[in-house]
Antibody, heavy 123, light 106 residues
Framework: QLQLQESGPGLVKPSETLSLTCTVS??????????WGWIRQPPGKGLEWIGS???????YYNPSLKSRVTISVDTSKNQFSLKLSSVTAADTAVYYC???????????????WGQGTLVTVSS | SYELTQPPSVSVSPGQTASITCSGDKLGDKYACWYQQKPGQSPVVVIYQDNKRPSGIPERFSGSNSGNTATLTISGTQAMDEADYYCQAWDSSTVVFGGGTKLTVL
């Protein structure tokens, strides 16, 4: 069965760049039926979509984060990655990666999700 | 930007029906899905494409979407259904989540 695993530093200093990688196992990231996404959840708060990527490299970003976000894909490693620049304490959150199933334009859902990784922004 | 509004909390007695709403402008013209998140766990999709259940999700979970409101209904609610629930939809190629609803079974 498909599994996703986030990896990266758990502590990032303010103003620096947060970098995370999601490794996909049990399936190919190059599947034509799916996008891949990043979602975050600040402690005790709700879910926030960060952005999504297709295996070809096509991306969609949350407008509120777009100026600081870069999502990329490495099909040879079956991985996709997140970079979030100029971080502040407000970026402290559990970061999830997930597969995004697309049935049609405007019709997609995340399944499954990785276990999530807590990233704390602090000096 | 598009917004989805959920009640912060809903309470239900065991065995009764719980309804969690998600409101957004002309949401019925879009597709909605729902996630269940238990403490310390990752979200799990329980309804997608308004009213479809993934394999492994109990039949007591159902969904509807019309007008400005999508609704997640849990029939015969069990203690194990106590969790946070989030709705999600798309708007102009962006994904939007509702603020979440804490379902308490008491």
């Amino acid at each position: 069965q498909l599994q996703l695993q986030e990896s990266g530093p758990g502590l990032v200093k303010p103003s620096e760049t947060l970098s995370l990688t999601c490794t996909v196992s049990g399936g190919s990231i190059s599947s034509s039926s799916y996008y891949w996404g990043w979602i975050r959840q600040p402690p005790g708060k709700g879910l926030e979509w960060i952005g999504s990527i297709y295996y070809s490299g096509s991306t969609y970003y949350n407008p509120s984060l777009k100026s600081r976000v870069t999502i990329s894909v490495d099909t040879s490693k079956n991985q996709f990655s997140l970079k979030l620049s100029s971080v502040t304490a407000a970026d402290t959150a559990v970061y999830y990666c997930a597969r995004l199933a697309i049935a049609a334009a405007g019709n997609g859902w995340f399944d499954p999700w990785g276990q999530g990784t807590l990233v704390t922004v602090s000096s | 930007s598009y917004e989805l509004t959920q009640p912060p909390s809903v309470s239900v007695s065991p065995g009764q029906t719980a309804s969690i709403t998600c409101s957004g402008d002309k949401l019925g013209d879009k597709y909605a899905c729902w996630y269940q998140q238990k403490p310390g766990q990752s979200p799990v999709v329980v309804i997608y494409q308004d009213n479809k259940r993934p394999s492994g999700i109990p039949e007591r979970f159902s969904g509807s979407n019309s007008g400005n409101t999508a609704t997640l209904t849990i029939s015969g609610t069990q203690a194990m259904d106590e969790a946070d629930y989030y709705c999600q939809a798309w708007d102009s190629s962006t994904v939007v989540f509702g603020g979440g609803t804490k379902l308490t079974v008491l």
